[in-house]
């Protein structure tokens, strides 16, 4: 009974990594819930304890384990659902490799994609500062920084 109680909360944590991997909103994770909360019983049972105890232990352990699958399952689909960064416009970004009119910048503590406005001329090299002007995906569209601009 012990190994089969191992058995089940392995697989109950199989199923929580395979939900992180292929969202179901919460469906596989609900039976990695089902598979520890059994696995516990099994394992209190294979202890000598008898159905009075083993459970309540099972049914606890069941809600803690569903309370924090449903908290990570909620907190994933909401920044899934959430708008774009777009308080990186007109942010400050300094470039950390650039070839021709594409390159990586750092803005807000992150690598982003880049590329200079079609017809933008001006090449830009590792250290400068530039502007960021727009953001389409992950790419963002930025200028170099106008001497007269302040540090933002």
């Known amino acids: 009974m012990t190994a089969l109680g191992v058995v089940l909360i392995l697989a109950g944590l199989a199923l929580f990594v395979a939900e992180a991997h292929a969202p179901t909103g919460g469906l596989i994770a609900a039976l ?15 202890g000598g304890v008898g159905e009075i105890v083993a459970v ?4 606890g352990t069941g809600v803690l384990v569903g309370g924090v699958a449903l908290l990570g399952t909620r907190t994933v689909l909401s920044a899934r659902h959430s708008p774009p960064r777009q308080q990186l416009i007109g942010a ?8 021709g009119s594409q390159g990586q910048v750092l803005a807000d503590g992150a690598l982003w994609s880049a590329c200079v406005e079609l017809g933008d001329d001006a ?10 002007e727009r953001m389409r995906g992950l790419t963002l569209t930025v200028r170099r920084r106008e001497p007269w601009e302040a540090l933002s």
């Not at 990695?32 to 294979?46: C, D, S, T």
């Not at 090449?123 to 960021?132: I, K, N, Y």
């Open 32 to 46: 990695g819930v089902l598979g520890v909360a059994a696995g516990v019983w099994a394992l209190v049972r294979a």
């Open 56 to 59: 309540p232990i099972a049914a």
């Open 92 to 99: 400050s970004a300094t470039v950390r490799t650039w070839d």
């Open 123 to 132: 090449a830009l090299a590792v250290g400068d500062s530039v502007v960021v």
